[in-house]
């Protein structure tokens, strides 16, 4: 034990002794460069002679620093105190869910979700990192308050399992033996199998929410072999909760049973689904950001625009889309910008393969046009005797005036000589208020009364 005023490493002074454990003791200090109030844990010194306990000491400072999660304790230093390891944490204030469940106020069951749903959000970075916790119980939740309102804390990553950045597996304890609480231990525990994962987490999560619904454990036994038969031979489920406790909702019946499924397949299979599935009882403002990634361990990865997605939909307050949904919506996005590329490519390949318009017909639709107003016509001359057609103007003198109609253009075409031109062109003025003789088609009707069509003919 450390007596109060004693400085740790000139950087910490002990304040006093807040609780003390079977492997080490927790201890109030102050920061002697900035004043703040944190926690020290020491490990004692019987224990820091033994290696095992040395490395489990050392992985939970690791564990929780390597999460950073809002409901996990901050680990802000270690050091070691006269061969004894310690770790700085942020200094707590409030009791363990433990004292709470032993006090005889009843938990409403939105309040019983709320802390369930932090506790999954906490375990959903966890696992996206890799790290297992192994050792869920009401001891190691910590309800701390702050201002008026209560945070929930997940305390000693001790017995965690996580994986190394080569991607294999570290163990501080002895492989085959089961780890953990035996109340809150998954079936894959008691047998000790090499194989355990994040949904040994979370049937000890389940194991909790039972117990705060009803007050009681879904798997029971007089002593440790009975409770093993249990958990792992047993072949009936538990009681329903609503059956247990009157005021729990039939609803919530159904999320609790399936977390506490002996089989792991048959369980949630992940933090977010199990929140998910609580979030109509009283979790639907917690959010999950088992996305965000370790500053030291950023990569481009983190960057995707499916991480990028996924982080902003984090953070709505209440709505929440799942990765499978996140998924979809992706694969859509990505089928309508395609085809929106597709039919803009198509439009553009028809529009340069269209045909270009004839130049002289396009004279002869804008000479069919109406005119602009103009001042009415002259009377027309007396009727005269029949006279034979005139005789066709030399195509000298018609060439002006069909030029004068054509559209300027410019290349090739537009440098042609004035030469006379052997096609014959012909200009009845007789047939400005007639049809053509070439021509049997009527005047137009979107000519207004009292105008003429012009026409006029080409002979090849």
């Not at 926690?39 to 950073?68: C, D, N, S, T, W």
């Not at 991480?307 to 919506?329: E, F, H, K, M, P």
């Not at 393969?353 to 103009?374: E, I, K, W």
């Amino acid at each position: 034990m450390i007596d109060p005023g004693t400085e740790i490493d000139a950087r910490y002074r002990v304040i006093r002794l807040l609780g003390e454990g079977g492997m080490g003791a927790v201890y109030e200090v102050e920061h002697l460069g900035v004043g703040k109030r944190l926690a020290i844990k020491m490990l004692h010194a019987h224990y820091a002679r033994q290696p095992e306990a040395v490395k489990r000491f050392a992985r939970e400072a690791r564990a929780a620093a390597a999460i950073g999660h809002p409901n996990i304790v901050e680990v802000i230093d270690t050091g070691v105190h006269r061969s004894e390891p310690y770790m700085v944490m942020e200094l707590l204030r409030g009791e363990t869910l433990a004292e709470r469940l032993a006090r005889a106020t009843a938990i409403t069951t939105r309040e019983v979700c709320g802390v369930i749903g932090s506790i999954l959000s906490a375990l959903a970075s966890a696992h996206a990192k890799g790290i297992v916790h192994r050792d869920l119980k009401p001891e190691n939740v910590f309800l701390a308050e702050y201002g008026g309102t209560t945070t929930v804390k997940l305390l000693d990553f001790g017995v965690s399992k996580f994986r190394h950045e080569a991607g294999t597996l570290f163990e501080t304890t002895q492989e085959g033996l089961p780890v953990g609480t035996p109340a809150y231990m998954a079936p894959e525990q008691w047998m000790g199998r090499r194989d355990i994962d994040h949904r040994a987490d979370l049937f000890a999560v389940g194991v909790m929410l039972f117990e705060m619904l009803t007050g009681g454990f879904p798997y029971e036994g007089a002593s440790q072999g009975e409770l093993f038969l249990e958990i792992v031979r047993g072949s009936e489920a538990p009681p329903l909760p609503s059956s247990i406790a009157p005021g729990v909702p039939r609803a919530i019946d159904v999320v609790v049973l399936r977390a506490l499924r002996r089989e792991r397949e048959e369980r949630f299979q992940s933090a977010r689904e199990f929140l998910d599935a609580l979030r109509p009882f009283g979790a639907e403002r917690i959010a999950v950001c088992d996305d965000l990634p370790v500053q030291e361990s950023l990569d481009a990865s983190s960057t995707s625009p499916r991480r990028v997605l996924r982080r902003t939909a984090a953070t709505l307050d209440g709505a929440r889309v799942s990765g499978r949904q996140i998924t979809v919506l992706s694969l859509l996005l990505s089928f309508v910008v395609l085809g929106l590329v597709v039919v803009a490519g198509t439009r553009v390949g028809a529009s340069s393969r269209a045909p270009r318009p004839d130049p002289v017909a396009s004279a002869a639709m804008t000479a069919t046009l109406p005119a602009a107003p103009a001042p009415p016509p002259p009377a027309p001359p007396e009727p005269a005797a029949p006279a034979p057609a005139p005789a066709p103007a030399p195509a000298a003198e018609q060439e002006p005036a069909i030029a004068a109609l054509r559209p300027r253009r410019h290349g090739r075409r537009h440098h042609r000589s004035h030469a006379p031109s052997t096609r014959a062109h012909s200009f009845d003025a007789a047939s400005f208020d007639a049809p053509s003789p070439r021509s049997p088609r009527a005047p137009s009707p979107r000519a207004p009364a009292g105008r003429g069509t012009l026409h006029i003919s080409r002979e090849f």
